[in-house]
């Protein structure tokens, strides 16, 4: 089951023309939201947060903006059966809503955290500030980090500093502080990420945005990564070809990631309005 184009189809095929730019380059760009209380106006859904950044890759690329309304619409039927909705649009406007389940997996990742691998320089992605269609390096350096018993990725520069996982931002904490890297190196602006920045300085939380060099990842006492579906997961262990880090997948910094997600009457949420 599915939405494309203004029709909620029930099939496990889409038929594109054989000419079509989404098929031929990836000329698509998408977002992935989890609904939360089964609305999409939800405090924790942000629906808008995330037409918003679409809106942003369709004026920056000169794409043609989709009918919102049933763009709306599709996300509406499929909420009903699915917690997980995957958005994308092509350059004309056509729409195209898929859903998936929560992970089996997640809560025992949220609790106990995961492993993850860094991948090679050469996989870097595309458009970093856009999520389109075009995702080979990111799929490519998670898969090849399953073959070394990783869940997770970590992209990295030129230099070798730690960009985001193949899925999303990353986060850490040391000398009383949470560092996050900053958006100038290269990363994809995250939903999650700058609604995690704005959360922990309402919680009168430090929070520095600065490039994650090898000296100051070795410092971290915890670290983890976030997006709109997993909200928050830690990384217990980073294999690397010089040798693995080891960082505390239960450290009490945490928590404070964590309480975000329940916290959907705070006053908080008001400052955001």
């Known amino acids: 089951m599915y939405w494309y184009n203004g029709k909620l189809i029930e099939s496990q095929s889409l038929e594109l023309n054989i000419n079509d730019p989404g098929l031929l380059y990836g000329a698509t760009i998408f977002t992935t939201m989890r609904v939360y209380e089964n609305s999409l106006d939800s405090n924790l859904t942000h629906w808008r947060l995330h037409c918003d950044r679409l809106l942003f890759s369709i004026k920056t690329f000169n794409w043609q903006e989709p009918d919102w309304h049933r763009v709306r619409q599709g996300a509406e039927m499929l909420l009903k059966h699915f917690p997980i909705l995957r958005i994308t649009l092509f350059p004309d406007g056509r729409e195209w809503i898929i859903g998936r389940l929560l992970p089996a997996d997640l809560t025992a990742k949220q609790i106990d955290g995961v492993v993850c691998a860094v991948a090679s320089i050469e996989l870097a992605r595309s458009l970093p500030a856009h999520k389109t269609g075009n995702y080979l ?49 290269g990363i994809l602006p995250g939903i999650m990420r700058a609604q995690l920045i704005k ?23 915890a670290i983890a990564y976030s997006n709109s579906v997993v909200e928050t997961v830690p990384i217990h262990t980073v294999h690397q070809p010089q040798g693995s880090l080891e960082y ?26």
């Open 199 to 221: 959360w922990l300085q309402y919680q009168q939380q430090a929070v520095r945005e600065e490039p994650w060099t090898m000296d100051l990842v070795k410092g971290f006492k």
């Open 248 to 273: 505390d997948p239960h450290h009490q910094s945490l928590e404070i990631l964590r309480s975000f997600f329940s916290m959907t009457t705070s006053p908080f949420w008001y400052t955001l309005r």
């Open 137 to 185: 390096s990111a799929w490519l350096a998670k898969t090849n980090s399953q073959q070394l018993a990783a869940q997770e990725a970590i992209l990295v520069d030129g230099a070798g500093n730690w960009l985001e996982t193949s899925t999303g931002n990353l986060w850490g904490w040391r000398d009383g502080c949470w560092w996050t890297p900053p958006l100038a190196v």
